[in-house]
C-alpha cells in the first residue's frame, strides 16, 4: 500500500491530516514498516500511538493492538473512525450481536487495527478466532501498549502481561512493538526478556514535555481561593489532584459553587459514577476533574491545558506522570505545584503507616525528591529530567524559576568547603548531616562519629541552613554531586565533584532572593480577534461532537482550531491545508466550520467604535487574568469605573470573558430583566431585579446585550 503514496508525510496526511511527524516518529514508523521487534519509550504527548497506526495502515493485513483499558481503547477507536480509518476493539462492554457484527468486518478485511485486553487475547476461544484471521487475513504486527505492565519493576505491574510471551511462540514470525512511555534500564531489560523480543532496536526520547510551564508556588492561608483564582485565570479544560478522597469531594464542591463545573473522581466512588464523571471531563461538560491518583492511566484526552497539584505528590515519578497529563496534543499547557510544609507533614505520617522499614525508608527519599523539587532554585526541567537520567542544561524559559530568574552568584569556595566535607565524612551520610558538620553543630550525632574534630567542623557558620541546602541541592541538580537512590540519599563525589575541589571548575548557582521582573504585556489587537474566533470554533466542535457522542477533541484537537482561527481559511482549499484536516475530516465538517470562519470575518469588517487609552489599560489587566478588584486596585481607580470600562469593552465587542466575570445563571436574569425594562435606564434595572444584582453586574450584561445588536 506504500506504493499509493510518494512519502511517509504524504501518508500521514491523507490518514491523520498532519503535515510533518513528531521528533523520532518518523524513525519508528520506517523500522515497523520493516518488520523489526520495537522498544519504543516516548513520554505521554510524544505520540506514541501513531508510531504503530500509521504502519498498520500502510501494510496488507491486521494490526493487534494489548490495551489494559477499556476507556483506552474506546477513545483511540473513537479517534481512528472519526478519521475515516478502519479501526474496532473487543471487549466486555459489548454484546454478543456486536461482537459477531465485529467480528465479521475483520474477516472481511474492513478492520486494519483491532484493540483488545490481554486476558481475552490469551483466552482459547479467542486463540482459534486469532489463528483464523492469521490464516485468512494475516497479521501483521502486534503492539502491546503500556509494555510497563510487563515487569514487576515497572509502576503498573498486572500479572495477565507476564502471559504475553505466548504470543511469540504461537506466532514466532509476526514482529512485537512494546510502546511506554516510563521505564528504567531496569525495566527495558525486563520488558525485552518477559516478551521475548528479538534483537529489538530500542527507541528512547526525551523525556523533557518543551511545551509545558513548570511552575511552584507556595501555598496560602486561603489556599482554595489561590487555586480558584489560578483556574480562574487558565482556559480549557484541567486536573486537580488531592492526596485524599475527603479533599477531591469537598474541592469539587466549592468549584461548582464559586461557578467552575467540576466534578470527583477518586476509587472510593462507585465505578459507575466514576466512569460517568470521566466521560463528562472527556466530552467537555464539565471543565475541571478533582481527582485522587486514581485518575491515572489510560487518560487520553489530549487538549487538558492544566495540571494543578492542590496537595504535594508522594513522588517525583508521579509527579511527572501526573503533570504530564497536561499538553499531550503539544500546545501549551501548566503544571502548578502548590506547596506547603503542612502537606509534607501530611505525607509523612502516611508513610509511618507503612508496615516495612525499608518502604518507608524508600517512600521518605521519594518524597525528600519532591520536596529538594519544589525549593530548587535550578530550572525545573534540569530537576526533572535528571530524576530520569537525562541532562538539560540552560534557561528553558517555559519555569518560574526560568522566567523569573533569582541572582547567580558564585559559590565556588562554599561548594569546595561542602564537597570537602563529604570527602570527610568518607561519603557515608547525607545533606542534612554533612552541614551540621560544616555549621559546627553540637548534635550527639557528629560527635559519636568524631565529626567534630574533622578540619571542616565550623568553617560554614557564616551560612545558615537554608543557604547550605539550596547550595547541595543545586550541585546535585547539576549532576556536580551523587548521591545513593536505595532510601538513605547518602552523598557521594563523582568526577565532576573532584574537578571542583582540585579547582578545575568553578561553581554558579541561582540565590534565592525575592527577584521577580514586571512588566505588561501588550496588546495585540490580531491576537485577540483570534481569540474570539478560537471561542466560536470550541463551541461548533462541542455541537458536534455531542451529536456524534465522543470528546471534542476527536473531531478536531485545539492547535487545529487555533490554525483556523488564526489563517482563517475562505474556501474548502484553504481549509484542507489546516494541520489535522484531512479529506475525511474536510468532507465531513468542512463546510460548518467555513461557514462560522467566514461570518465571523465578515463581523469584523463591520465598522466599529474603537476603545480608547484607558478601557485598554483595563482590558489588558483583565486578559493577564486579574479580577476586577485587582484591576481597580492595580489602576487606582474604584471597582465601579473599571465596570463601566469593561461593560463599554463588551459593547464593542473586545475580547471580555463575561462567564469569568459572572455566573452565566445571573446573566440569564439580568438579560430576561432588560429584554422586558430596555437597556437605557440602570436604575429601572437594579429596582426590577433588586437586592440580590448589583449596578456592577447589570452594567456588564448591558454591555454584552448591546453587541448582540438588540439595542
Given at each position: 500500500?506504500?506504493?499509493?503514496?510518494?512519502?511517509?508525510?504524504?501518508?500521514?496526511?491523507?490518514?491523520?491530516?498532519?503535515?510533518?511527524?513528531?521528533?523520532?516518529?518518523?524513525?519508528?514508523?520506517?523500522?515497523?514498516?520493516?518488520?523489526?521487534?520495537?522498544?519504543?519509550?516516548?513520554?505521554?504527548?510524544?505520540?506514541?500511538?501513531?508510531?504503530?497506526?500509521?504502519?498498520?495502515?500502510?501494510?496488507?493485513?491486521?494490526?493487534?493492538?494489548?490495551?489494559?483499558?477499556?476507556?483506552?481503547?474506546?477513545?483511540?477507536?473513537?479517534?481512528?473512525?472519526?478519521?475515516?480509518?478502519?479501526?474496532?476493539?473487543?471487549?466486555?462492554?459489548?454484546?454478543?450481536?456486536?461482537?459477531?457484527?465485529?467480528?465479521?468486518?475483520?474477516?472481511?478485511?474492513?478492520?486494519?487495527?483491532?484493540?483488545?485486553?490481554?486476558?481475552?487475547?490469551?483466552?482459547?476461544?479467542?486463540?482459534?478466532?486469532?489463528?483464523?484471521?492469521?490464516?485468512?487475513?494475516?497479521?501483521?504486527?502486534?503492539?502491546?501498549d503500556e509494555a510497563h505492565c510487563v515487569s514487576e519493576w515497572g509502576h503498573d505491574f498486572r500479572p495477565e502481561y507476564r502471559k504475553l510471551k505466548q504470543l511469540r511462540q504461537q506466532y514466532s514470525?509476526?514482529?512485537?512493538?512494546?510502546?511506554?512511555?516510563?521505564a528504567t534500564k531496569r525495566v527495558q531489560q525486563d520488558i525485552i526478556q518477559q516478551l521475548e523480543l528479538r534483537q529489538p532496536t530500542t527507541h528512547l526520547a526525551s523525556f523533557n514535555r518543551p511545551n509545558l510551564h513548570y511552575e511552584v508556588q507556595p501555598k496560602e492561608k486561603n489556599s482554595y481561593y489561590q487555586l480558584l483564582k489560578a483556574i480562574r485565570q487558565e482556559s480549557g479544560s484541567g486536573i486537580v489532584y488531592c492526596l485524599s478522597r475527603r479533599r477531591v469531594d469537598e474541592i469539587a464542591f466549592k468549584l461548582n459553587n464559586d461557578g467552575i463545573e467540576a466534578l470527583p473522581y477518586h476509587a472510593?466512588?462507585?465505578?459507575?459514577?466514576?466512569?460517568?464523571?470521566?466521560?463528562?471531563?472527556?466530552?467537555?461538560?464539565?471543565?475541571?476533574?478533582?481527582?485522587?491518583?486514581?485518575?491515572?492511566?489510560?487518560?487520553?484526552?489530549?487538549?487538558?491545558?492544566?495540571?494543578?497539584?492542590?496537595d504535594i505528590p508522594k513522588s517525583l515519578e508521579s509527579f511527572y506522570q501526573e503533570s504530564g497529563r497536561a499538553g499531550r496534543d503539544g500546545e501549551n499547557a501548566k503544571s502548578i505545584l502548590f506547596f506547603s510544609f503542612g502537606d509534607i507533614k501530611k505525607v509523612d505520617y502516611l508513610i509511618e503507616q507503612k508496615p516495612d522499614v525499608s518502604e518507608q525508608r524508600i517512600a521518605r527519599q521519594q518524597l525528600n525528591q519532591v520536596i529538594d523539587y519544589a525549593e530548587g532554585t535550578d530550572c525545573r526541567r534540569t530537576i526533572i529530567l535528571r530524576y530520569f537520567g537525562e541532562r538539560f542544561s540552560g534557561n528553558c524559559g517555559k519555569c518560574d524559576n526560568c522566567l523569573n530568574p533569582k541572582p547567580i552568584e558564585d559559590w565556588t569556595i562554599e561548594a569546595q568547603k561542602f564537597l570537602s566535607c563529604v570527602a570527610r565524612c568518607r561519603e557515608r551520610f547525607g545533606m542534612t548531616h554533612v552541614i551540621d558538620v560544616l555549621r559546627g553543630s553540637r548534635k550527639k550525632k557528629v560527635e559519636q562519629y568524631g565529626h567534630h574534630l574533622l578540619s571542616t567542623y565550623g568553617i560554614g557558620k557564616?551560612?545558615?541552613?537554608?543557604?547550605?541546602?539550596?547550595?547541595?541541592?543545586?550541585?546535585?541538580?547539576?549532576?556536580?554531586?551523587?548521591?545513593?537512590?536505595?532510601?538513605y540519599r547518602i552523598l557521594r563525589l563523582n568526577k565532576r565533584s573532584w574537578e571542583i575541589l582540585k579547582k578545575q571548575r568553578s561553581v554558579e548557582i541561582a540565590v534565592d532572593i525575592k527577584h521577580k521582573s514586571t512588566g505588561d504585556k501588550a496588546y495585540n489587537p490580531r491576537q485577540a480577534e483570534a481569540e474570539v474566533l478560537y471561542d466560536k470554533l470550541k463551541i461548533l466542535r462541542k455541537q458536534v461532537a455531542d451529536l456524534q457522542s465522543v470528546p471534542p477533541y476527536?473531531?478536531?484537537?485545539?492547535?487545529?482550531?487555533?490554525?483556523?482561527?488564526?489563517?482563517?481559511?475562505?474556501?474548502?482549499?484553504?481549509?484542507?491545508?489546516?494541520?489535522?484536516?484531512?479529506?475525511?475530516?474536510?468532507?465531513?465538517?468542512?463546510?460548518?466550520?467555513?461557514?462560522?470562519?467566514?461570518?465571523?470575518v465578515r463581523s469584523q469588517e463591520l465598522p466599529k467604535k474603537l476603545p480608547g487609552k484607558s478601557n485598554m489599560q483595563t482590558l489588558q489587566l483583565h486578559q493577564q487574568g486579574l479580577s476586577i478588584a485587582e484591576i481597580a486596585e492595580a489602576r487606582g481607580l474604584t471597582v465601579s469605573t473599571i465596570c463601566t470600562h469593561l461593560g463599554e469593552l463588551l459593547e464593542m465587542n473586545q475580547p471580555v470573558a463575561l462567564n469569568k466575570l459572572i455566573d452565566p445563571s445571573i446573566q440569564k436574569v439580568i438579560s430576561e430583566a432588560i429584554e422586558k425594562h430596555g437597556d437605557k435606564s440602570l436604575k429601572t434595572l437594579k429596582e426590577a431585579l433588586g437586592e440580590s444584582y448589583s449596578y456592577n453586574e447589570i452594567k456588564l450584561v448591558v454591555g454584552w446585550w448591546r453587541s448582540q445588536g438588540n439595542i
Open positions: 500500500m506504500m506504493s499509493s503514496f510518494n512519502s511517509l508525510e504524504a501518508a500521514l496526511k491523507h490518514f491523520f491530516g498532519y503535515d510533518r511527524f513528531r521528533v523520532g516518529q518518523k524513525e519508528i514508523i520506517e523500522d515497523a514498516i520493516a518488520g523489526k521487534d520495537l522498544l519504543i519509550i516516548m513520554p505521554t504527548g510524544g505520540g506514541k500511538s501513531l508510531c504503530f497506526q500509521l504502519p498498520a495502515l500502510l501494510k496488507s493485513g491486521l494490526t493487534i493492538v494489548v490495551s489494559p483499558l477499556i476507556a483506552l481503547m474506546q477513545d483511540q477507536v473513537d479517534a481512528l473512525q472519526d478519521n475515516g480509518i478502519g479501526a474496532t476493539f473487543l471487549n466486555s462492554t459489548l454484546s454478543y450481536e456486536e461482537e459477531r457484527s465485529r467480528q465479521q468486518a475483520i474477516l472481511t478485511g474492513k478492520i486494519k487495527l483491532l484493540y483488545v485486553a490481554p486476558e481475552r487475547l490469551l483466552n482459547s476461544r479467542f486463540s482459534g478466532f486469532l489463528c483464523h484471521i492469521s490464516e485468512n487475513i494475516g497479521v501483521n504486527a502486534i503492539a502491546i514470525q509476526i514482529p512485537i512493538l512494546a510502546l511506554t512511555a516510563t472510593g466512588m462507585e465505578p459507575e459514577a466514576r466512569s460517568q464523571n470521566q466521560t463528562r471531563f472527556l466530552r467537555d461538560d464539565i471543565r475541571v476533574i478533582v481527582a485522587t491518583i486514581a485518575f491515572g492511566m489510560g487518560i487520553n484526552k489530549p487538549d487538558v491545558r492544566f495540571v494543578f497539584h492542590y557564616d551560612r545558615s541552613i537554608a543557604e547550605w541546602k539550596m547550595l547541595g541541592r543545586s550541585l546535585l541538580h547539576q549532576g556536580l554531586l551523587g548521591e545513593t537512590n536505595d532510601g476527536v473531531i478536531f484537537a485545539d492547535s487545529s482550531l487555533k490554525l483556523m482561527a488564526q489563517l482563517q481559511p475562505q474556501n474548502t482549499k484553504q481549509f484542507s491545508n489546516i494541520s489535522g484536516v484531512n479529506s475525511y475530516k474536510l468532507q465531513q465538517y468542512g463546510e460548518k466550520f467555513l461557514s462560522v470562519i467566514q461570518d465571523f
